[in-house]
């Protein structure tokens, strides 16, 4: 409100004030405060800033969610998150796949969809996943990252097994004979591979 009276001048009983809420899940966030330039009011500022805190709980309840797998834990592998609070296309996730090689996600702030980099078969479902799977973003994101670090660990067992000889094969045992085998309760997808050039015995 302006606090303004009809001839234009101040209203001393009722001061100018500016009341900015943030509302997630059709619940309003309360004790959070978004970023505002009081000498320069923006609309399209404090838009951003509102949508920049969508971005950031998505991101940190995915990097939350990961950081408890034993290869962060242990310093095996690197993850890092970035966060800005006014520009939400400045915040992304970033997770080592393996090696040198990295993926990023970021959430597109005017359409809110997810976008993985760089662009690879499983990254494109990775992001089909996200934006057009279930109602949690978070548990998506989580499920969407570890099947292309998943992906990412095939192609490359397999690119690796090719040169020495070794090559993917259909599995040999069941489900339940694997499951007994390894002896965890971690989701894990097995993957076989046969020398080439041996039968099946």
Known sequence: QSGKQKNGLPDPK???????????????IKDVK????????????????AIAKHVEHILSSIHDELAAAPRFVNRQ?????????SE????????????KKMVKLLIEPITGFAAIQPHTRY???????????????????????ENI??????????????SCGWAMTKMPVGNEEVKRL???????????????????D
């Not at 978004?34 to 800033?49: G, M, Y």
């Not at 592998?77 to 609070?85: E, G, K, V």
């Not at 990254?123 to 990252?145: M, S």
Request: one cysteine or more.
């Open 123 to 145: 990254g494109l479902q990775g992001e089909t996943r996200i934006n057009h799977g279930g109602k949690d973003p978070a548990e998506d994101g989580v499920a969407c990252l």
């Open 34 to 49: 978004l970023h505002l330039n009081i000498q320069e009011i923006s609309a399209e500022a404090l838009l951003k800033s």
């Open 182 to 200: 390894i002896k965890t309760r971690e989701p894990f997808q097995p993957v076989f591979f046969q020398r080439q050039g041996l039968g099946q």
């Open 14 to 28: 009722h001061p100018s004030h500016l009341v900015a809420r943030w509302y997630r899940d059709n619940k309003e």
């Open 88 to 99: 939400p296309l400045d915040s992304s996730l970033k997770m080592q796949l393996g090696g």
């Open 77 to 85: 592998a690197f993850m890092r998150l970035d966060i800005s609070r």
């Open 149 to 162: 670090r998943w992906g990412y660990v095939v192609d490359e067992f397999n690119r690796r097994g090719r």
